[in-house]
């Protein structure tokens, strides 16, 4: 997301207003320094070079905060980021999450072998198992829905991608009404489909 340029006669309020977040209303340079402990697994720029570990840059904020919130509630599970998020203020949350809605994803390359059966699913769904296409919430190129709070997964991490799927069919991963509409997609993806959608997905961007 770019930072909004302020003209240069703009009063103080004008450009305190520019450079909020608009869908967290966080700082992204406050952001930057709170944001330094996530570099250890989300690398510098919240770019993972750990494939366990998912790639933050360039995430809607809006997702990025709920996931944060979710993760201090412990309505989602996860030991290392539940500890992380425990000690964060909601001003914490919104300014980290506008740090790395701003930072630009690197790109990856995904499997030839995927495409054949993952760019229909992604592109087109499948009507006949009630399957949507993963473009119409993500996107044709994966970069989400921000103010929807519809994530990122363009260039993702296969292996976190395919961890996540796994988790939603699994019905481990449900948080909120997006969660809850990926796990009844998930729940009708095959093994295959999965590892297929995962390896594709890495490549759109």
Not at 1 to 8: G, Q, R
Not at 31 to 39: F, H, S
Not at 58 to 80: C, M, T, W
Not at 99 to 104: A, N, V
């Given at each position: 997301?770019?930072?909004?340029?302020?003209?240069?006669f703009?009063?103080?309020?004008?450009?305190?207003?520019g450079?909020k977040?608009?869908?967290?209303?966080?700082d992204?340079?406050a952001?930057?320094?709170?944001?330094?402990?996530?570099?250890a697994?989300?690398?510098?720029?919240?770019?993972?070079?750990m494939p366990?570990w998912?790639k933050?840059a360039?995430?809607?904020?809006?997702?990025?905060?709920?996931?944060?919130?979710?993760?201090?509630?412990?309505?989602?599970?996860?030991?290392?980021m539940?500890?992380?998020?425990?000690?964060?203020?909601?001003?914490?949350?919104?300014?980290?999450?506008?740090?790395?809605?701003?930072?630009?994803?690197?790109?990856?390359?995904?499997?030839?072998?995927?495409?054949?059966?993952?760019?229909?699913?992604?592109?087109?769904?499948?009507?006949?198992?009630?399957?949507?296409?993963?473009?119409?919430c993500?996107?044709?190129?994966?970069?989400g829905?921000?103010?929807a709070?519809?994530?990122?997964i363009?260039?993702?991490?296969?292996?976190?991608?395919?961890k996540?799927?796994?988790?939603?069919?699994?019905?481990e991963?449900k948080?909120?009404?997006?969660?809850?509409?990926m796990?009844?997609?998930?729940?009708?993806?095959?093994?295959?489909?999965?590892?297929?959608?995962?390896?594709?997905?890495?490549?759109?961007?």
């Open positions: 997301m770019a930072l909004v340029l302020v003209a240069p703009a009063s103080a309020s004008a450009q305190e207003a450079s977040d608009p869908f967290t209303q966080g992204a340079t952001g930057a320094t709170k944001a330094a402990a996530c570099v697994c989300h690398g510098p720029g919240g770019n993972s070079a366990d998912p933050l360039g995430q809607g904020s809006n997702y990025i905060a709920h996931q944060l919130k979710a993760f201090k509630s412990g309505e989602r599970k996860d030991p290392v539940t500890a992380q998020a425990a000690p964060l203020s909601d001003a914490d949350i919104a300014d980290i999450s506008a740090y790395f809605s701003q930072q630009k994803s690197t790109p990856a390359a995904g499997s030839k072998d995927a495409v054949a059966v993952a760019e229909p699913l992604f592109r087109a769904g499948d009507a006949a198992r009630g399957i949507p296409a993963c473009a119409s993500h996107g044709p190129k994966g970069a829905n921000p103010a709070g519809y994530p990122r363009g260039s993702q991490h296969a292996k976190y991608t395919a996540q799927l796994t988790a939603y069919r699994a019905g991963r948080v909120g009404p997006t969660g809850q509409m796990a009844a997609v998930a729940s009708k993806l095959t093994d295959d489909e999965i590892q297929a959608l995962a390896s594709y997905i890495t490549g759109v961007q």
